[in-house]
Each structure stands twice: as structure tokens, then as C-alpha cells.
């Protein structure tokens, strides 16, 4: 019998887990291990909160503005 798959939220929970822990010792930050997971499952609804404006196509020929102005 074949061993089973890590489901894709799996992963992208490992994913996530060990670059909150990376960044979080790049940038001297401690956090406590029973506040990790509540850390990652933010991480990873910034991130799926972020997919329509990552997905949103832009022409090839858009320029950046200069200053921001609303």
C-alpha cells in the first residue's frame, strides 16, 4: 500500500511555519512556540486575502508612478 500524500494545506502550512520561524530569527523576533500557530494561520490568510491582487493582470507597459498621490 502506498504511504498517502500531504495534503496541499499541509505543505503550505510546513511552508509557512518554517518562514514565519526564519524571518522571526532574521529579524531577532521571539516567538513563543504556543502563539506559532496563531502566527502561521495569520500568515496564511494574508496570504489568501493577497491572491486577487497578485492575480490581477497588469499590461506589460504600465509604468510605476513616481509619488503617490490620492
Request: proline residues 13%; without cysteine.
Amino acid at each position: 500500500m502506498s504511504k498517502p500524500s500531504a495534503s496541499p494545506s499541509n505543505d503550505s502550512d510546513a511552508f509557512t511555519s518554517a518562514y514565519v520561524t526564519e524571518m522571526a530569527k532574521l529579524l531577532e523576533l521571539s516567538i513563543p512556540l504556543d502563539q506559532l500557530p496563531g502566527v502561521v494561520e495569520s500568515f496564511e490568510q494574508i496570504h489568501r486575502i493577497a491572491q486577487p491582487v497578485l492575480n490581477f493582470p497588469l499590461p506589460d507597459t504600465l509604468e510605476a508612478a513616481p509619488q503617490f498621490e490620492p
